[in-house]
């Protein structure tokens, strides 16, 4: 609680000296505007609903490309858990795609898919998978041999094991997998947004930003990079109560 008091200090008084210098300096608003204008668009842009329309897309993209990414790292992580066969697919892959940035792979997917969601879809999806498998793959491989070897004397195989010992023994490597690949698949879908304007016909707070950029109104722009900051700020704190009450209650993890 100190923690927070202190950041929202911090905060306070850099918008103090923003606002100050911005109005002492009589600086450009083109360039940089002062704290007071962004926040008047911001209630323009609250007003007129296009701020949450924007939003939403993007979050859309972004748990759409999410959720698949994480079902294809899990179809991945159980195969390699099946057999030999299974890890060398699992480890091939990413060391293959791995280094890749995702928004490399755009304007393939742009030719494969077109213009619209799914080539957005198909790069974040791309940017979650491969961190996620290799972290969990590794909560996988670090799962006591008793505790496997428990699971199978009480009739677990296959699908069961899993179920009910690989996946709880290796979910702080799960989350901590889950958080990487959110942070990757959201920068993704920014960059997509702003680059290639892939979403461009239904919008996105990267296509809002870019679109602003060219009406030359800076304070729109400042309001999309806020509310990225904001949305990023909000998911780390989500990420912390679920840590807090699944991997720290069950004393999973010592922080």
């Keep these: 609680m100190r923690n927070g008091g202190n950041k929202l200090v911090v905060v306070l008084v850099l918008l103090a ?3 100050g210098y911005a109005r002492a300096a009589d600086v450009n608003p083109l360039l940089v505007p002062a704290p007071s204008r962004v926040l008047l668009a911001f209630g323009e842009y609250i007003r007129d609903g296009s701020l949450l329309r924007h939003t939403l897309h993007t979050l859309q993209m972004v748990l759409t490309g999410m959720s698949i990414g994480i079902l294809t790292a899990f179809c991945l992580t159980a195969l390699a858990t099946a057999g030999r066969w299974g890890r060398d ?3 091939t892959l990413t060391t293959i795609m791995n280094p890749l940035p995702a928004i490399a792979l755009l304007p393939v997917a742009l030719l494969w898919l077109g213009i619209g969601p799914r080539s957005l879809v198909f790069v974040i999806a791309n940017s979650v998978v491969w961190s996620l ?6 909560g996988f491989e670090t799962v006591p041999l008793t505790w496997r070897q428990a699971g199978q004397n009480l009739g677990l195989r296959g699908w069961g094991l899993i179920r009910h010992v690989y996946l709880p023994a290796a979910l702080p490597y799960i ?3 889950v958080k990487i690949a959110w942070s990757f698949g959201w920068r993704t879908v920014i960059a997509a947004e702003l680059v290639f304007g892939a979403s ?3 919008g996105g707070l990267g296509w809002m930003i870019n679109v602003e950029r060219y009406n030359l109104n800076t304070a729109g722009v400042f309001c999309g990079l806020v509310t990225i900051v904001a949305l990023g700020l909000l998911a780390e704190a989500l990420f912390e109560v679920l840590e807090r009450r699944t991997i720290r209650r069950w004393g999973m993890s010592a922080g």
Excluded: F, P, S
């Design 17 to 19: 000296l923003w606002e």
């Design 133 to 138: 498998a290799l972290n969990m793959h590794t």
């Design 89 to 91: 697919l699992l480890l």
């Design 175 to 177: 989350l901590t997998g």
């Design 200 to 202: 461009g016909q239904a």
